[in-house]
Nanobody
């Protein structure tokens, strides 16, 4: 069983930055893909970013490309989502999910809230 724990959410003003953290229980398989998703109030959950653990390659939704950066610390089994130039449209609960493909997850974290408002 995989357990994921997110942290780093909070309330910020537009233009600010936040860094989310997702820690994976145990070493992810080289075939693992760690994804970030988000769900805003009244909206469906959407894909944000992904990292292929084996290659370290990253992928982003168009809505966050150029503003968000995903990275990892292999020794800590941890991925990060650096979010810059945040806007109110980024307000959502952010979830970390582990799977074997981009945009899909079999295991989920509990989510962390991000609020962006003036």
């Amino acid at each position: 069983q995989v357990h994921l724990v997110e942290s780093g959410g909070g309330s910020v003003q537009p233009g600010a930055s936040l860094r989310l953290t997702c820690t994976h229980s145990g070493r992810p398989l080289s075939s693992s893909v760690i994804n970030w998703f988000r769900q805003a109030p009244g909206k469906e959950r959407e894909f944000v970013a992904a990292l292929r653990w084996g290659r370290g390659s990253t992928y982003y939704a168009d809505s966050v490309k150029g503003r968000f950066t995903m990275s990892r610390d292999s020794a800590k089994y941890t991925v990060y989502l650096e979010m810059n130039n945040l806007s109110p449209d980024d307000t959502a609960v952010y979830y970390c999910g582990s799977g074997t493909d981009i945009g899909e997850a079999n295991f989920w974290g509990q989510g962390t809230q991000v609020n962006v408002s003036p």
